[in-house]
T-cell receptor, first 115, second 115 residues
Framework: EAGVAQSPRYKIIEKRQSVAFWCNPI?????LYWYQQILGQGPKLLIQ????????DSQLPKDRFSAERLKGVDSTLKIQPAKLEDSAVYLC?????????????FGPGTRLTVL | AQSVTQLGSHVSVSEGALVLLRCNYS??????LFWYVQYPNQGLQLLLK??????LVKGINGFEAEFKKSETSFHLTKPSAHMSDAAEYFC?????????????FGSGTRLQVQP
């Protein structure tokens, strides 16, 4: 089966510019996650969706980050305006259901560089 | 809140030697634990997971991990390292809040395999 797709793979922007990332989860996966992975650190959750509803966005910097999951399938993560500290890899993951034991399948990530 | 500590940000072994990557967890409820591997410019791939069944868990590529409740540990081992094992390894614990199923990751251990 096809894996989690993300685009673009790489993005370089100036600070204060806007950027958007796209994720297409594995078909049939109801739960979708966005993680931020700063260089040298483990991924950190930004937001969790169940179908098209938000389950947890407690760690999303809402003054500049936004995310949506239209129709419970694809998702978009946006940063506006970007700061230098937003330089990171943004990973999208999906699971069939929000059970604790379920395996999360990760996409290849989008590497963002903010200059 | 759950947390994971990975001891050693870098581990170097010779090809054919034992691989031991350390992970200790903190959780207020019985944990679900995961080991993921990340190759350069790729997403995370599941190696194995512990979900309260057998304490010795076997994964892909010859890796295994043993859950030790008394030591709050979930160390990853492989009897004989291969050059292709060089990558970053992340230990993670599954969250257990209502509806929340995100993973809390350790900071990662970079494994180098010397010829």
């Amino acid at each position: 089966e096809a894996g989690v797709a993300q685009s673009p793979r790489y993005k370089i922007i100036e600070k204060r510019q806007s950027v958007a990332f796209w994720c297409n989860p594995i078909s049939g996966h109801a739960t979708l996650y966005w993680y931020q992975q700063i260089l040298g650190q483990g991924p950190k959750l930004l937001i969790q969706f169940q179908n098209n509803g938000v389950v947890d966005d407690s760690q999303l910097p809402k003054d500049r980050f936004s995310a949506e999951r239209l129709k419970g399938v694809d998702s978009t993560l946006k940063i506006q305006p970007a700061k230098l500290e937003d330089s990171a890899v943004y990973l999208c993951a999906s699971t069939t259901s929000p059970e604790r034991a379920d395996t999360q399948y990760f996409g290849p990530g989008t590497r963002l560089t903010v200059l | 809140a759950q947390s994971v500590t990975q001891l050693g940000s870098h581990v170097s072994v010779s090809e054919g030697a034992l691989v031991l990557l350390r992970c200790n967890y903190s959780s207020s409820v019985p944990p679900y634990l995961f080991w993921y591997v990340q190759y350069p410019n790729q997403g995370l791939q599941l190696l194995l997971k512990y979900t309260s069944a057998a304490t010795l868990v076997k994964g892909i590529n010859g890796f295994e991990a043993e859950f030790k409740k008394s030591e709050t540990s979930f160390h990853l081992t492989k009897p004989s390292a291969h050059m292709s094992d060089a990558a970053e390894y992340f230990c993670a614990v599954s969250d257990h809040g209502t509806g929340r199923r995100a993973l809390t990751f350790g900071s990662g251990t970079r494994l180098q395999v010397q010829p």
